[in-house]
């Protein structure tokens, strides 16, 4: 006998809204899931630098996974969506 583990999660996006673009972030809210590989943490710092002080980027929240293989904890999920105009999820390495 074989165990077969399905590794995808599970579609938390609402449909209509999934793939909205903005037309600028210039005083929008970024957000970024940090996946807890090594490294992104230094990555998300220097990327929220840079699009406060060259896009115009309002605010930006960051907030990290327990885990790489496990999805973001639905609780992240939903104060992202709530409050950010555009979530970005990071990779490190």
Same mark, same amino acid.
């Given at each position: 006998?074989?165990?077969?583990?399905?590794?995808?999660?599970?579609?938390?996006?609402?449909?209509?809204?999934?793939?909205?673009?903005?037309?600028?972030?210039?005083?929008?809210? =970024?957000? $970024?899931?940090?996946?807890?590989?090594?490294? $992104?943490?230094?990555?998300? *710092? *220097? %990327?929220?630098? %840079? %699009?406060?002080?060259?896009?115009? =980027?309002?605010? =930006?929240?960051?907030?990290?996974?327990r885990s790489a293989s496990v999805p973001a904890p639905e609780e992240i999920v939903r104060e992202l969506a709530n409050e950010c105009d555009v979530v970005i999820?990071?990779?490190?390495?």
């Amino acid at each position: 006998m074989v165990l077969l583990y399905d590794p995808t999660a599970t579609r938390r996006a609402e449909p209509e809204k999934a793939g909205l673009k903005v037309a600028t972030l210039s005083g929008k809210t =970024v957000g $970024f899931i940090d996946n807890a590989k090594p490294n $992104f943490n230094h990555l998300v *710092d *220097d %990327l929220a630098d %840079l %699009l406060v002080a060259e896009y115009g =980027v309002k605010q =930006v929240i960051k907030r990290r996974k327990r885990s790489a293989s496990v999805p973001a904890p639905e609780e992240i999920v939903r104060e992202l969506a709530n409050e950010c105009d555009v979530v970005i999820a990071g990779s490190g390495d």
